[in-house]
Nanobody
């Protein structure tokens, strides 16, 4: 059993910052990638950022230079530092863990960027 619990979402003004966390628990092993996705109302879920087990990171073009993904393997926690937030960043943000035996998702945390 694997559980992913996101936290850190909320309401922020344009230009502000938030830090999302994803705490993973359970049988965590043979992790390939850990990543953040988001889904805005009426839209498909899209990749935001991903970090591979070897340390490589990849970002969607729309967050490059503004968001930073990081991972604390000792704590099995994934982070997403979001700076210079824009109204179009408003969405539910989901944590994903891709392991050898399967793909797991958190329940999501809501981010609203509005003045």
């Amino acid at each position: 059993q694997v559980q992913l619990v996101e936290s850190g979402g909320g309401l922020v003004q344009p230009g502000g910052s938030l830090r999302l966390s994803c705490a993973a628990s359970g049988s965590i092993s043979s992790v390939n990638n850990m990543g953040w996705y988001r889904q805005a109302p009426g839209q498909q879920r899209e990749l935001v950022a991903v970090t591979a087990s070897g340390g490589m990171t990849m970002y969607a073009d729309f967050v490059k230079g503004r968001f930073t993904i990081s991972r604390d393997s000792a704590k099995n926690t994934l982070y997403l530092q979001m700076n210079s937030l824009k109204p179009e960043d408003t969405a539910d943000y989901y944590c994903n863990v891709d392991m050898a035996r399967g793909d797991y998702w958190g329940q999501g945390t809501q981010v609203t960027v509005s003045s």
